[in-house]
């Protein structure tokens, strides 16, 4: 039988805060009969798709800042070195919190670089058509820190 208090279950949505830290006590407790499972798998499967759409995300600043390097040479700076460093160890880390993201990389790489192209035009001013219709990166190049086109 449920045990789950009405106030317990209106924590979910009022203070999601209070509810990880009530919920977590209950799991600790082994009271699983007060845990409101069906809010714990929605939060379960929201973290999965977070963490592929930040891997999605930083991929396309990734490679925006990639071309811009490439067909900008004479604007290079620190800045867009340190945003490529960056992007390449939050990915980094992120494969290494969760190595089975790394499937993921290859499957958004395609459209990540579609809206890095088009945000790498915005930027230098230069026609889409300047850049590849296609990504001429690999992944390992990309994601190799010592790699710059």
Known sequence: MNQISPTELRLYETDFASW???????????????????????????????????????????????LKWQYQSNLRSNSWLNTIDEQRNRIADLLLDSPSLKPDLEAVLAESYLRGRKAASNETQLPIEVFSEECVYDLDRILNSDFLP
């Open 20 to 66: 990880i830290d009530r919920t977590a006590q209950l799991i600790r407790a082994r009271k699983f009969d007060r845990v409101d499972w069906e809010a714990v798998v929605d939060e379960l499967e929201s973290l999965g798709r977070s963490d592929r759409r930040e891997l999605k995300s930083r991929l396309e600043v990734l490679l925006q800042h990639l």
